[in-house]
């Protein structure tokens, strides 16, 4: 099985566009059988993506290819024995949402993740954190 880490940033006026992709992204990983996990802020994306080989690389084929991400950069990409996360998970933090809330619920997400992986969501929490 393999599992790929990468962040991106949203071209302009992306932000409206979230929910749309957020919804189309689940569609189609269900469908090839890719789980993962994706943060966003609506700027910025961070998603880890696991499944079959062939099922991965076109789900990130089809991210490279989208015009509305700019700046991808693989962060790891490596063959792991079990899924660190089980299903489809995604966390956007809403209008309404509190900063510690969204931490929360991205915390409970990556319970299961390596140290790797649950430390690369967590640099990019702080860092909002501090901003």
Known sequence: MRQLLYISTGRAGVAADVPAILGVSLRNNRRVGVTGL?????HRFLQVLEGDDAAVQGVFDRIRADPRHRGIVVLHDRVIEAREF???????????????AFDT???TCLAGASPSVRGTFEGLI???RAA
């Open 38 to 42: 994706l943060w966003t802020d609506t």
């Open 86 to 100: 089980g299903a489809w998970a995604m966390a956007q933090r809403g209008p309404l949402d509190s900063a510690d």
């Open 105 to 107: 619920r991205m915390q």
């Open 126 to 128: 702080a860092a909002r």
